[in-house]
């Protein structure tokens, strides 16, 4: 059973390259933005708490993203991609401690690697058609720097581990698939 983290900035991919991991290796997608978002769109309680975190690009607590994937791992029976945790390293050694707990281990971490200047120009790209209010100029910025405050050092966390598969995000789309699956299947 693999259990697979998908890494990059915002705008490096995330989205398109999980639906063809998914596909391949069969797994259960678990996007933690996509599961916020639902909050929101359902008006619950701490979709009413989470918006304006979300609206000015910071990242929500670390309490209520690994309450959803301590949830998501229990249910699940797959093995599972993690797209868009962990987003910091405290939430990295604390999904290392769940898949534990859970009788797991994380197989690697495929990050995408696209310029600064590339990511801008395709989230501006997306936020024509997202319907995303956290896809604008400003807080577009935002979430660029909580990326690379908070999140990449995550990368090394899982270097150290030996688990980093880094991929080229620049160019053809099946290109990108292709190098994700050779790299994964060198395992
Ligand atoms: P994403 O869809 O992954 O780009 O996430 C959109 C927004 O959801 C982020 O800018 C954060 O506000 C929030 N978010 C998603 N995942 C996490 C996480 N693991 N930790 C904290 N905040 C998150």
């Not at 995303?132 to 807080?139: K, P």
């Amino acid at each position: 059973m693999k259990n697979i983290v998908i890494f990059g900035a915002p705008g490096a991919g995330k989205g398109t390259q999980s639906d063809y991991i998914v596909e391949r290796y069969g797994l259960t997608h678990i996007s933690t933005g996509d599961l916020l978002r639902k909050e929101i769109a359902d008006q619950t309680e701490l979709g009413k708490r989470i918006k304006s975190i979300m609206d000015a690009g910071q990242l929500v607590s670390d309490d209520i993203v690994i309450e959803m994937i301590d949830n998501a791992i229990g249910r699940d029976t797959k093995g599972i991609l993690f797209d868009g945790f962990p987003r910091n390293v405290a939430q990295a050694e604390v999904l290392d401690q769940l898949l534990a707990k859970h009788g797991r281990t994380l197989t690697c971490m495929v990050r995408l690697d696209v310029p600064r200047e590339e990511l801008i120009r395709r989230m501006l790209e997306r936020a024509k058609t997202s319907g995303r209010s956290d896809d604008n100029e400003e807080t577009i910025k935002h979430r660029l720097v909580e990326y690379e405050n908070k999140t990449l050092p995550v990368a090394a966390y899982y270097n150290k581990q030996g688990k980093e598969l880094k991929i080229n995000g620049l160019g053809d789309i099946k290109r990108i698939s292709e190098d994700i699956a050779h790299a994964i299947d060198s395992i």
